[in-house]
């Protein structure tokens, strides 16, 4: 008997799978790599181990130690190494194990990679993705909980993003590596597991741009923007207001460089009040870029200043304190209070 | 120098290694009961090569630490209740509970600092080692890393510097066969990492790490070169971490054959039975001192946990003290008023 056809619906179920943004990312690292063979996966302990977030789980055992290369501790050789290869048509996705390793990686990163295009007017181009595992709430310490994106972001030639839940994990992944620029993949660690933030990721669907922001909550009271780690205190923020009758819009910036703040344009010349929330400490950061854009754009809008929350200016502090440290529901509302009562 | 027949020293390098093993186990416990936070690396199966090491060392000597760094902290004669407050985030901690376990420094025993980076330490070690050179001292450093470390770019860059200057550095490393799920088979190219000595002109050689004494001789040979201008050397030792890198690991990459097979050579059981005799030596120790260093061990680290216990917690209203220097301009030309 044959089988019947599937009608559109079940194609659809059969692409749709609920994941967490950990298994999002993994899933869309798998599926880059079977639409291309020039895609590999390097970095430390990402091949039989899968990495110690477990999110190139698999990836060795089905795509072979010649595409998934586990690397000795050396980050910038593996950064080094992945431009040559993007130089020689690879499509090389390295991984940093935690954030706070990257900076021997550093000079590769801003000296070469960032650069090459420019350097040689595009004869050379690197579209080399490194995936950082960045943020707080994990119970970790200095070097494994803290949020260095802004010091990427400063430097032209990259492209930085960072995902908030698992439809952008998957797509954020598939349109990195499909990328010609190098991208800087930064993923909240602690929010690779989480249940509640589960999604269905309908790998047949269309994705918005990779270097978009989007509004996830309607409101006209005041807007929120955040960015991955930080987007579920921003939306939580959001439904506390709401009990209190006001309605708050929150932004997702998804892509940190380039900026998209066209949509936070929009959103403030509506609400007036700004709250821009973030883990890294708030000095030459990039809250600091979008208050100050925004007060360039939307000057005559504001009702009340630019409110950041963000991570101190301290280094990361013990486990112990670091729900000091981290912006939580409180100090959120606390900037939202502060921009109405204005 | 002998360890196994002198009193004094076995009895000394072996409540060494048992206050490392019951601190090490003592973390993992208070890790898995949820009363510690952070990150823990134990170097349980490792004693003998920070006790070895630092019993080379005299005072005023100092050592740059990793990671894994308890054992070298404990062996150069830190505080265990500083220590353990350190690891339960309390004000009496060596670092007020800021730094944790992977970043005591006890500038009073010469502890330059544990690290988070790996081989963050080794160009630091060498910076040491040219100030000691700078002002005139005698003093040597020694630079503790594992196998993974060697493959770091700073690494490279701090050996070379300690050797084109010549500088009083013993580098150490404890080569306990993994980075991590990285094997050393599979991460150098070499068949031994003292092979990389060499290549920057300095002394290595290949040690057992698990025999206190071997790792002393060694370490007193690099030492005594230093201390006399003769410039660093590198010491690897062989070794092995029986538990996981940290508390998550799982351990895929390694056979429970080979884990077992290396606990069966515990740096531990060895040494109590050199002591008290098994060769042609006289025994250095009786059971009972056997029995008295066990002893001493195990109180200390019960005493080091209730006093770290009893102490204040790390405050979170000084959470952002000491990320400058206390107020004070510098004048320029100078040092501060
Ligand atoms: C620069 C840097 N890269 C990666 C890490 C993550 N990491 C911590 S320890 C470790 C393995 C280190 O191996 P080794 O130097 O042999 O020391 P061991 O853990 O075996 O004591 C890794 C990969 C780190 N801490 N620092």
């Known amino acids: 008997m044959a089988a019947p056809a599937a009608s559109p619906v079940d194609t659809q179920a059969a692409n749709t799978q609920t994941m967490t943004i950990g298994k999002a990312l993994n899933n869309g690292l798998r599926a880059a790599m079977e639409a291309d063979p020039k895609v590999l996966v390097m970095g430390e302990d990402v091949g039989k181990l899968g990495g110690v977030f477990r999110v190139t789980d698999g990836l060795q055992k089905d795509f072979g130690e010649h595409r998934v290369l586990d690397t000795p501790l050396a980050e910038s050789g593996i950064v080094g190494t992945a431009i040559g290869l993007a130089v020689r048509g690879f499509r090389p996705v390295c991984e940093i194990q935690f954030e706070g390793f990257i900076f021997p990686a550093f000079d590769q990163i801003s000296s070469q990679l960032a650069k090459l295009r420019y350097r040689t007017q595009g004869k050379l181009k690197a579209p080399v993705v490194i995936r950082v595992p960045f943020g707080g709430g994990i119970g970790a310490v200095e070097h494994h909980s803290e949020s260095p994106e802004s010091l990427f972001s400063h430097i032209p030639g990259l492209k930085v993003v960072s995902c908030s839940n698992p439809v952008d994990a998957y797509w954020m992944m598939r349109q990195a590596i499909s990328s010609d620029d190098p991208v800087m993949v930064f993923e909240p660690k602690k929010l690779y597991h989480s249940s509640a933030l589960k999604a269905p990721v309908d790998t047949t669907a269309t994705p918005d741009p990779l270097h978009s922001s989007r509004v996830v909550r309607h409101g006209d009271a005041a807007t929120i923007a955040a960015y991955g780690p930080s987007l579920p205190v921003a939306l939580d923020a959001a439904t506390a207001a709401q009990e209190e009758g006001r309605s708050l819009e929150v932004i997702d910036l998804r892509t940190l460089s380039p900026l998209d703040l066209g949509p936070v344009f929009e959103s403030v010349r509506r609400t007036g009040r700004l709250v821009v929330v973030s883990e890294a400490s708030s000095e030459v950061s990039l809250t600091s870029e979008v208050a100050a854009r925004v007060q360039q754009e939307c000057f005559y809008s504001l009702e009340a200043p630019v409110q950041r929350v963000t991570g101190f200016d301290t280094p990361y502090p013990p486990a112990k304190l670091e729900e000091h440290f981290l912006p939580d529901l409180d100090r959120v509302l606390y900037a939202v209070d502060n921009a109405l009562e204005w | ?337």
């Open chain 2, 1 to 337: 120098m002998t360890l196994t027949t002198e009193a004094d020293r076995a009895k000394h390098a072996l409540t060494t290694m048992w206050t490392i093993r019951r601190f090490e186990e003592a973390v993992d416990d208070m890790f898995a009961r949820g009363l510690m936070h952070g990150t823990m690396h134990l170097s349980i199966g490792q004693e003998a090569v920070p006790t070895g090491a630092c019993m080379a060392l005299s005072e005023g000597d100092y050592i740059t630490s990793t990671h894994r760094g308890h054992g070298h902290c404990i062996a150069k004669g830190a505080k265990l209740d500083a220590m353990m407050a350190e690891l339960l985030a309390k004000e009496t901690g060596y670092c007020r509970g800021r730094g944790g376990s992977m970043h005591i420094a006890d500038v009073a025993t010469g502890n330059l600092g544990a690290n988070g980076i790996v081989a963050g330490g080794v160009p630091i070690a060498a910076g040491a080692g040219l100030a000691v050179r700078m002002r005139g001292g005698s003093e040597v450093v020694v630079s503790f890393f594992g196998d993974g470390a060697v493959n770091e770019g700073a690494w490279h860059e701090g050996v070379n510097l300690a050797a084109i200057w010549d500088l009083p550095v013993v580098f150490v490393c404890e080569n306990n066969r993994y980075g991590m799920s990285m094997s050393v088979d599979r991460a150098f190219n070499v068949d031994t990492l003292a092979e990389r000595a060499r290549g920057y002109g300095i002394p290595g050689v290949t040690v057992d790490g698990n025999d206190p004494q071997t790792v002393y001789d060694a370490v007193a040979d690099a030492v005594r070169r230093a201390r006399s201008g003769g410039g660093p050397s590198f010491v690897e030792a062989l070794t092995y971490r029986w538990k996981g890198h940290s508390k998550s690991d799982k351990n895929l990459y390694r056979t429970r054959e080979e884990i077992e097979s290396w606990r069966e050579r515990d740096p531990i059981a060895a040494f109590e039975a050199a002591v008290t005799g098994g060769g042609a030596t006289a025994p250095a120790l009786s059971e009972s001192d056997v029995e008295e260093c066990r002893a001493l061990a195990r109180d200390r680290v019960r005493e080091a946990i209730r006093t770290a216990n009893a102490a204040p917690d790390a405050d979170a209203a000084t959470l952002t003290d000491a990320v400058y220097a206390p107020a004070g301009e510098p004048i320029a030309g100078g040092t501060r008023a």
